[in-house]
């Protein structure tokens, strides 16, 4: 089954512990993205990669860094994790591009306290 | 830079009526895509159709119907006969040609009461 999948889904963890959210997806997609929702701003883009070693800003970077080694996965890491990055975080992949239809994971609640 | 501005926030209707949500975009790009996902209380994200800046063409998929107005950077997307199983999170959003972040709308919460 084609599927992006987040690990873990649920965190509760406290400031300055740093942890990693871990994405992976079997579709060979190019294009991996990080993404956070919070109430009332929607989705938005914290890091993406067009492919394998090839990793950019999207609108909000501050406080995250991410890798890309191999194509299938892409982890989030949260180097030292602030209560401001408390949210709900999905990663998502397609075939090339943002212009191509994502294929999102079923998401990660992280709590920082 | 790119926008994308749904206005309504939260919409309620019961079930059986139409309802329309809103979407009106910015760029300066004319080459240029045009997404609506769907996040039901589950919390996923669904893909649900994808539109490209040459292709004006109105598209129906069921109760579903999607209206692409350039004139008016409009990419509005209307329910019909709404049911239950459409509460959920609509989004839109836009991406542009080259490397850049597609950019979401903050999202409309439409809940269709029985």
């Known amino acids: 089954e084609a599927q992006v999948t987040q690990n873990p889904r649920y965190l509760i963890t406290v400031t300055g512990k740093k942890l990693t959210v871990t994405c992976s997806q079997n579709m060979n997609h190019e294009y991996m993205s990080w993404y956070r929702q919070d109430p009332g701003l929607g989705l938005r883009q914290i890091y993406y990669s067009m492919n394998v070693e090839v990793t950019d800003k999207g609108d909000v970077p501050e406080g995250y860094k991410v890798s890309r080694k191999e194509k299938r996965n892409f982890p989030l890491i949260l180097e030292s994790p602030s209560p401001n990055q408390t949210s709900l975080y999905f990663c998502a992949s397609s075939s090339f591009g943002p212009n191509q239809p994502q294929h999102f994971g079923d998401g990660t609640r992280l709590s920082i306290l | 830079?790119?926008?994308?501005?749904?206005?309504?926030?939260?919409?309620?209707?019961?079930?059986?009526?139409?309802?329309?949500?809103?979407?009106?975009?910015?760029?300066?790009?004319?080459?240029?895509?045009?997404?609506?996902?769907?996040?039901?209380?589950?919390?996923?994200?669904?893909?649900?159709?994808?539109?490209?800046?040459?292709?004006?063409?109105?598209?129906?998929?069921?109760?579903?119907?999607w209206n692409f107005q350039k004139s008016t950077s409009s990419f509005n997307f209307t329910i019909t006969a709404s049911q239950v199983v459409d509460s959920a999170v609509y989004f839109c959003a836009l991406s542009v040609s080259g490397n850049t972040p597609l950019v979401f709308g903050k999202g409309t919460r439409l809940s269709v009461i029985a």
């Open chain 2, 1 to 65: 830079a790119q926008k994308v501005t749904q206005a309504q926030t939260e919409i309620s209707v019961v079930e059986k009526e139409d309802v329309t949500l809103d979407c009106v975009y910015e760029t300066r790009d004319t080459t240029y895509y045009l997404f609506w996902y769907k996040q039901p209380p589950s919390g996923e994200l669904v893909f649900l159709i994808r539109r490209n800046s040459f292709d004006e063409q109105n598209e129906i998929s069921g109760r579903y119907s």
